[in-house]
Every structure is written in structure tokens, then in C-alpha cells.
């Protein structure tokens, strides 16, 4: 299974970015993620979207600002992203797994991973 992610991009505070992410299967069952890492820091959950149910959670810091959404006719996940900060800056990876069922903030149980799009947030 092989994830494309695409969508980074340079933005001034305040902006908006919409990050994409391609899956080579059929995405229908999989639970759908995306995280961030900054430099200097630990790989962080973001946002996720389970799979059939559609329900979706996010991180404290981005409610009211990120929305996840997923197309399975396209078998693409979207992240959109509002009223960026600053610290909203690093590179951003798309995460899927078939089987996953809950715990959708833990990195390690994802299978398969994009390979990452870079999100910098001008002040």
C-alpha cells in the first residue's frame, strides 16, 4: 500500500492550506490519519477519520481550525487547514490501516505511511 501526500506549501499566518493524500487501495475500511513533526520534535497526532463510520478526532490544538474529510471514491483523505499558527509548522504525514478500530492517535498502530508534505507558517 503505497500513500501519496501532497497540498505543503509556504502560508503567512492566519492562512489556509488543504493537504491531499492518495492511497493505492480501497479505502473504504481503513482508518485514515495524518500527523506532523517539527524539527526538533516527536512525531504528534493531528487528526484521523476511522473508516466505514467516518467519525473523526483531532488533537486539542487544531478543533475549530482543521477539518478531516475523506473521498473513498478516491480513495483520498484531506486535511484542511484554517487560521494557521506558527506552530501549526512542520512536515505533515498521512497514516492508513485496514484494520485499526480506535486509538487512532497512536502513531504506532498505523501500517502504512505517506511519505510527508512540508507546512511552513510564516509570523
Known amino acids: 500500500v503505497?500513500?501519496?501526500?501532497?497540498?505543503g506549501g509556504l502560508v503567512q499566518?492566519?492562512?489556509s492550506?488543504?493537504?491531499?493524500?492518495?492511497v493505492s487501495e480501497r479505502t473504504v475500511y481503513y482508518a485514515?490519519?495524518?500527523?506532523?513533526?517539527?524539527?526538533?520534535?516527536?512525531?504528534?497526532f493531528v487528526a484521523a477519520i476511522s473508516g466505514v463510520d467516518?467519525?473523526?478526532n483531532y488533537t486539542e490544538s487544531v478543533k475549530g481550525r482543521f477539518t478531516i474529510s475523506r473521498d473513498d471514491?478516491?480513495?483520498t483523505v484531506y486535511l484542511q487547514m484554517r487560521s494557521l499558527k506558527p506552530e501549526d509548522t512542520g512536515v505533515y504525514y498521512c497514516a492508513a490501516d485496514p484494520r485499526l478500530r480506535g486509538s487512532y492517535h497512536l502513531a504506532d498502530l498505523y501500517d502504512y505511511w505517506g511519505q510527508?508534505?512540508?507546512v511552513t507558517v510564516s509570523s
Request: proline share 3%.
Open 13 to 15: 499566518a492566519g492562512g
Open 73 to 75: 471514491a478516491k480513495n
Open 54 to 56: 467516518t467519525i473523526t
Open 2 to 7: 503505497q500513500l501519496q501526500a501532497s497540498g
Open 32 to 44: 485514515l490519519g495524518w500527523f506532523r513533526q517539527a524539527p526538533g520534535k516527536e512525531r504528534e
Open 116 to 118: 510527508g508534505t512540508q
Open 17 to 22: 492550506l488543504r493537504l491531499s493524500c492518495v
